[in-house]
């Protein structure tokens, strides 16, 4: 099994920022690919950023030039900057790792518990 553990979430005011982690422990062979989502009260799940192993990486239009997603792979740790944020930035964001597991090498997704973050003055 994989664990991860989320943190640096919390309370901001609007145009300040944070800095989230998760970190990954357990049966981790090969990650193939690291993301952050978020979902706010009477809203679906959506995607934040995601980052791959080779270090690409995607981010959803309405976060571009605010937030940046990167990662520690001896750390088995992906991280999000936020920064400039905006009340419809409160969410509950979750950390998702996909794990490349042999003989198949099928992905198997893994969640974070979330971390709830608010923008609010």
């Known amino acids: 099994q994989v664990q991860l553990v989320e943190s640096g979430g919390g309370l901001v005011q609007p145009g300040g920022s944070l800095r989230l982690s998760c970190a990954a422990s357990?049966?981790?062979?090969?990650?193939?690919?690291m993301g952050w989502y978020r979902q706010a009260p009477g809203k679906e799940r959506e995607l934040v950023a995601t980052i791959s192993s080779g270090g690409r990486t995607n981010s959803a239009d309405s976060v571009k030039g605010r937030f940046t997603i990167s990662s520690d792979d001896a750390k088995n740790t992906v991280y999000l900057q936020m920064n400039s944020l905006k009340p419809e930035d409160t969410a509950v964001y979750y950390c998702k790792i996909g794990v490349l597991r042999p003989p198949s090498y099928k992905q198997y997704d893994y969640w974070g518990q979330g971390t709830q973050v608010t923008v609010s003055s």
């Open positions: 357990g049966s981790i062979f090969s990650i193939n690919i």
